[in-house]
């Protein structure tokens, strides 16, 4: 049988070697071999954060680094600021009320990124907000926030900078010391490509200066708990960690690594300019603002008189690809192109060419090839592919 090609915003396609790896012998997470592995991993993911400070590996998906992120920060009613621009934006304001945080939302227009002088002017009237939370890629309307702007700004105030990338990391610039990001967070099944399961959390000096008086929220996620196990000798995790997910974790970023970061997210933005030229080129309408638009997944309005269930069944049953439906509100209107972690050429010329075929059988007026065209010319005219 014919294998699925995904090519939704993660999880994503996991690399052979990384998958084999899982069927290692389980070791002791408390032995000086498994410490190796750990803190390999931990160095690397400080690496691709690109920040002196440590990194932690969490044994949960992208959101337990979420809730690490806000629950350790604030104590009970403190304020804090929620950019919220999509699906992930809300998550965040959620969890922070879930942790006991007085929420201020920032409302941004789903499709566009945010305006880092609105954020200057909230600081600016309320010296009372303890934390400023966004995030960099909204997968839910493929927008791209200015991250390094806005932590220009946060600087200058007496407030965290919570930054979530975990669609971005590893697929498009995040530079956490240089963005002045205090923490920072990603999960494994997007960008960087490995098995869905673990979560990756960076602290800065000045955010680890708020945690260590406040009282966690949280039991399993307390970050100091974190910090002084990887102090350990041998290092540790706290509690037992997904030993064979740490497996993977370790060899898809030592994958990234071979590849290089500064290559991958080359490939990463020209698969996602070689995306929407093909949709337009088909004719079809992007939905994000194209100067914010993501480098990691493509946000598409669904053509007049198409269902999302015809066309995405479709692509699924008859061509053998994955593509993601809108959330929320945009459920129906919107459908999703993710073209993050290992994705190639191959992959994208595939989808465009069967999403011509498919939105031919529905009807539309498309004339076939034009769409493979314009994802021809993109990748023959960038002096990096
Ligand atoms: C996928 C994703 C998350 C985390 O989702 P999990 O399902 O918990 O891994 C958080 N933020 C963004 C922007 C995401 O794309």
Redesign the pocket.
């Known amino acids: 049988m014919e294998e699925t090609l995904l090519m939704i915003?993660?999880p994503t396609r996991v690399a052979p070697r990384v998958l084999k790896v899982m069927s290692d012998a389980i070791m002791n997470h408390r032995s000086a071999d498994f410490a190796e592995i750990l803190t390999e991993t931990n160095e690397m993911m400080s690496e691709i954060f690109q920040t002196k400070n440590p990194a932690y590996t969490i044994t949960?998906?992208?959101?337990?680094a979420?809730e690490a992120a806000v629950g350790n920060i604030l104590n009970k009613g403190n304020k804090i600021l929620n950019i919220v621009g999509g699906k992930?934006g809300q998550?965040f304001a959620q969890i922070a009320e879930a942790n006991g945080g007085s929420t201020i939302v920032h409302n941004v227009e789903w499709g566009t990124g945010v305006n880092p002088d609105d954020v200057k002017n909230i600081l600016d009237e309320d010296d009372e907000i303890k934390a400023v939370t966004i995030?960099?890629?909204?997968?839910?309307t493929g927008v791209t926030n200015p991250i390094e702007e806005v932590g220009n700004i946060v600087k200058n105030y007496d407030a965290l900078y919570v930054v979530?990338t975990?669609?971005?990391l590893g697929g498009d610039d995040v530079a956490v010391d240089d963005y002045n990001i205090d923490i920072c967070?990603t999960?494994s099944?997007?960008c960087l490509a490995a098995p869905?399961g673990m979560?990756a959390i960076t602290v800065s000096d000045k955010a680890w200066e708020v945690i260590d008086k406040v009282d966690s929220s949280s039991y399993y996620l307390d970050v100091r708990k974190y910090r002084k196990y990887a102090s350990n000798e041998p290092s540790e995790t706290p509690y037992t960690p997904s030993v064979s997910l740490m497996y993977a974790m370790r060899e898809a970023l030592n994958v990234i690594m071979e590849e290089g970061l500064e290559s991958r997210i080359k490939r990463h933005h020209l698969a996602a300019e070689a995306t929407r030229n093909g949709v337009k080129a088909i004719g079809l309408e992007l939905f994000a603002d194209e100067d914010v638009s993501s480098a990691t997944v493509t946000a598409i309005k669904m053509p007049e008189g198409v269902t999302d269930k015809d066309m995405r069944g479709a692509m699924r049953d008859k061509y053998g690809i994955v593509l993601a439906g809108g959330q929320d509100h945009l459920k129906g209107n919107v459908f999703r192109i993710g073209h993050m972690g290992n994705v190639t050429y191959k992959d994208i010329v595939t989808t465009i060419s069967a999403l011509e075929m498919t939105l031919k059988g529905l009807g539309f007026d498309v004339e076939l090839g034009k769409g493979v065209g314009a994802v021809a010319d993109t990748y023959l005219a960038s002096p990096h592919f």
């Open positions: 915003p993660g949960g998906s992208g959101t337990a979420m992930f998550r995030v960099h890629n909204e997968t839910s979530d975990v669609s971005s967070v999960g099944q997007k869905p979560a």
